[in-house]
């Protein structure tokens, strides 16, 4: 088991490399010069030499690259284009909005979708399955945006049930730290960014637990507990369900990864200022170092959720031999 | 291949997506926006980017549907019925072409690296893994953002991500395949190893790959749509994603619904009929999941 873990993490770290050079020799190839968007052009000769300096465009490639890797694990991130202040820190702060956003709406769709797809799997055919089965599937088919701007029509700008946008209402602060959590303005605002996201997974979880829940009713210890005398609704949530949940949990990893690209839509139409807006905003501007560390930092929790997922995997499904470990 | 073969290959098909119900409307859907998008340029009732004026000789901005525009007007004064055929042509190229592209892709990584195994295996996955580290849309946005806005990147930008998942599924099963006794038996034959990928393999996993490439061309619209709405798309070639940024720069989204919805539906409608179709190859891949 140990062996794996070990294997597993230095795999990520390798994957986490080798984006991060992807992502180098991407911003470096690009047409154009790159040094027009960083100095321009209308400085005179010395002012345009020294900043080319300044910001080690003038060194030969493989230094550039060698500073790029140094700069980013020693968190030097380089500064913004437009508003010349460190990447990491306007980083830092959004970077928690987005988690947060994404915490909350990744409960939700996986909450309600395993219960969905317990109950529907409990009454299969019925008309609660058939229908919940093409609604998902609609609703997986409407792009954020879509589902978004409905929200925002109906509950915000018809019947004004909900903020049309933004973390907090403008002049009122947030309490920083975990209190913000719990602040009545920032889980106002919340509530609509989250159930977009979560309504637009929704179909994932809730048709692998279904399916997962019929295989699992048809063994042999789920006879055994109704021939127990077991009530229905022992057998369905204590019995199969506790292992149905497993492919559930597979999935969630690659499904988090998915989320956090989609991330970048339901931000920009709430207005919310998490890691999404700032990359469109960077990428509309050319502000390539922010859109960079952006785009690293995305990857990376990916990469890190999806190791965290397979590890606790292993622990939570005895059945698997992992090669090295225990049986 | 002779003709009896591709013939056999359609009618199986075409009974697939008959005996089930969500199949045959996706491949109604699919035959209606496919005859649109070719016939565009023919049935369009106004040009594209024309500011129309009405009967009264008046700009003809915002307007609700009406006899005169059935859909509406744009804050422009644009027919958005026109700009919607128009746009569904590109918006079902970029799908196809993407789609088509990317199950090829991923197709032939999931093939090779399932049935040589070892070395080449581990390589393919290791890339399908950085690949998998991605995320979809910021890479998408990056990409556009260095190379300019063109329908050719974005055709680009999303080949490049979307094989990884038909890679993974099928080795997984081209695993599964290849120790079974007819493959043993045609290697024992002395078949050479593209004959038996090709002429044993793929043929049996052939619900798997269409269901993906269904899945594949679901997620280009989707994927495109998404791009385009947050401003990165070819400002020349409209597509339904770019008719809705145009809306919500034009900051009309409170008042203009109709111009809001109508390309909302065709994706919608799109994107549903190819996740149907791919339902209904799902349940031939997996028996089991009809008999439930």
Same mark, same amino acid.
């Given at each position: 088991m140990?062996e794996?873990?070990?294997?597993?993490t230095?795999y990520?770290?390798f994957?986490?490399?080798?984006?991060?050079?992807?992502l180098?020799?991407?911003f470096r190839i690009m047409?154009g010069?790159?040094?027009? /968007?960083v100095i321009?052009?209308?400085?005179?000769?010395?002012s345009?030499?020294? #900043?080319?300096?300044?910001?080690?465009?003038d060194?030969?490639?493989?230094i550039?690259?060698a500073?790029?890797?140094?700069?980013?694990?020693t968190?030097?991130?380089?500064r913004?284009?437009?508003t010349?202040?460190?990447?990491f820190d306007?980083?830092?702060?959004?970077?928690? %909005?987005t988690v947060?956003l994404?915490?909350a709406a990744m409960?939700?769709?996986l909450?309600?979708g395993?219960a969905?797809?317990?109950i529907?799997?409990w009454?299969?055919? *019925?008309?609660l399955?058939?229908?919940a089965?093409v609604?998902?599937?609609?609703?997986?088919s409407?792009?954020?945006?879509?589902?978004?701007?409905?929200?925002?029509?109906?509950?915000s700008?018809?019947?004004?049930l909900?903020p049309?946008?933004g973390?907090n209402?403008?002049?009122?602060r947030?309490?920083? *730290?975990?209190?913000m959590?719990? %602040?009545?303005?920032?889980l106002h605002?919340?509530? #609509?960014?989250a159930?977009?996201?979560a309504f637009?997974y929704?179909?994932?979880?809730?048709?692998?637990? !279904?399916?997962?829940m #019929?295989?699992v009713t048809?063994?042999?210890?789920i006879?055994?507990?109704?021939?127990?005398g077991?009530s229905?609704a022992?057998v369905?949530i204590k019995?199969?369900?506790? %292992?149905?949940?497993l492919?559930?949990?597979t999935v969630s990893?690659?499904?988090? *990864?998915?989320?956090l *690209?989609?991330q970048v839509?339901?931000? /920009?139409?709430?207005?919310w200022?998490?890691m999404?807006?700032l990359?469109v905003?960077?990428?509309?501007?050319?502000?390539?170092p922010v859109?960079?560390?952006?785009?690293l930092?995305?990857?990376?929790?990916?990469v890190?959720?999806n190791?965290?997922?397979?590890?606790s995997?292993?622990?939570l499904?005895? !059945?698997i031999s992992?090669p090295?470990?225990?049986k | 291949?002779?003709f009896s073969?591709?013939?056999? $290959?359609?009618?199986? @098909?075409?009974k697939i997506?008959?005996?089930?119900?969500?199949g045959?409307?996706g491949?109604?859907i699919? =035959?209606f $926006?496919?005859?649109?998008?070719?016939l565009?340029?023919y049935i369009?009732?106004h040009e594209?980017?024309e500011? =129309?004026?009405?009967?009264g000789?008046k700009?003809a901005i915002l307007r609700?549907p009406?006899?005169e525009f059935?859909?509406g007007?744009?804050?422009m004064? +644009?027919d958005?019925?026109s700009q919607l055929?128009?746009?569904?042509r590109t918006?079902?190229?970029?799908?196809?072409t993407?789609?088509?592209?990317?199950?090829l892709i991923g197709a032939n990584?999931?093939?090779l690296a399932?049935y040589?195994?070892?070395?080449?295996?581990e390589?393919?996955?290791?890339f399908t893994?950085i690949?998998?580290?991605?995320? $979809?849309?910021p890479f998408?946005?990056?990409?556009?953002?260095l190379?300019? +806005?063109n329908i050719?990147?974005?055709?680009?930008?999303i080949?490049?991500i979307?094989?990884?998942?038909?890679?993974r599924?099928?080795?997984? @099963?081209?695993?599964?395949? +290849?120790?079974?006794?007819y493959?043993?038996?045609?290697?024992? +034959?002395?078949?050479s190893? $593209?004959?038996?990928?090709y002429?044993h393999?793929m043929?049996?996993?052939?619900p798997?790959?269409l269901?993906?490439?269904a899945?594949?061309i679901a997620?280009?619209?989707l994927?495109?749509?998404g791009?385009?709405?947050?401003?990165?798309?070819?400002?020349n070639n409209?597509t339904w994603?770019?008719m809705?940024y145009?809306?919500?720069?034009?900051g009309?989204?409170r008042?203009?619904?109709w111009w809001?919805?109508t390309?909302?539906?065709?994706i919608i409608l799109?994107?549903?009929?190819?996740?149907f179709?791919?339902?209904a190859y799902e349940e031939?891949a997996n028996?089991r999941?009809? @008999?439930r």
């Open positions: 140990q794996f873990i070990i294997r597993r230095i990520t770290l994957t986490i490399f080798a984006v991060a050079t992807i180098f020799f991407i047409p010069d790159p040094t027009a /968007q321009s052009p209308a400085l005179d000769e010395a345009q030499a020294r #900043l080319k300096e300044a910001f080690g465009l060194k030969p490639l493989y550039q690259y500073l790029y890797l140094k700069g980013l694990v968190l030097e991130w380089g913004s284009f437009t010349s202040k460190p990447v306007i980083l830092k702060y959004r970077f928690w %909005n947060f994404m915490g409960s939700f769709t909450i309600l395993t969905l797809g317990m529907m799997a009454k299969r055919g *019925g008309p399955d058939v229908s089965t609604s998902a599937l609609v609703l997986q409407a792009p954020p945006f879509v589902t978004g701007i409905l929200f925002l029509m109906v509950l700008y018809k019947l004004d909900f049309t946008g973390m209402t403008p002049g009122e947030l309490p920083t *730290g975990i209190a959590l719990f %602040n009545k303005d920032f605002h919340l509530v #609509l960014p159930i977009t996201t637009y929704l179909a994932t979880p809730m048709l692998i637990m !279904r399916d997962s #019929l295989e048809g063994s042999d210890y006879e055994l507990a109704q021939a127990k077991l229905p022992t369905m019995h199969a369900a506790r %292992n149905a949940l492919p559930v949990f990893s690659v499904l988090i *990864g998915f989320a *690209g989609g839509i339901v931000e /920009q139409v709430f207005s200022p998490g999404g807006q990359m905003e960077a990428a509309s501007s050319h502000d390539y859109a960079q560390a952006t785009f930092l995305l990857a990376v929790l990916i890190v959720l190791l965290l997922a397979d590890i995997y292993c622990y499904d005895p !059945r992992v090295g470990g225990k | 291949m002779k073969i591709i013939k056999d $290959f359609l009618v199986a @098909q075409y997506i008959r005996g089930n119900r969500f045959m409307f491949a109604v699919l =035959l $926006f496919g005859t649109i998008a070719l565009a340029p369009a009732p594209l980017w500011s =129309l004026r009405d009967s000789g700009l609700q009406s006899l059935p859909l007007t744009t804050a004064g +644009r958005i019925l055929i128009l746009a569904t918006t079902v190229l970029i799908g196809l993407s789609g088509l592209v990317s199950i990584i999931g093939l399932g040589y195994g070892g070395k080449l295996d390589v393919f996955m290791r893994d690949i998998y580290g991605m995320p $979809f849309l998408l946005i990056v990409l556009i953002s190379f300019g +806005r050719w990147f974005v055709i680009i930008a080949c490049c979307i094989w990884r998942t038909s890679a599924v099928i080795r997984a @099963q081209v695993m599964s395949i +290849r120790q079974r006794q493959i043993q038996a045609a290697k024992a +034959r002395g078949c190893n $593209f004959r038996i990928i002429g393999i043929p049996n996993i052939l798997l790959l269901l993906y490439t899945f594949n997620w280009s619209v994927a495109e749509a791009a385009s709405f947050l401003g990165f798309s070819d400002p409209i994603g770019g809705l145009n809306l919500w720069i034009s009309k989204i008042t203009a619904w809001f919805a390309p909302s539906i065709c799109l994107v549903s009929a190819l996740v179709i791919s339902r031939v028996p999941l009809k @008999q």
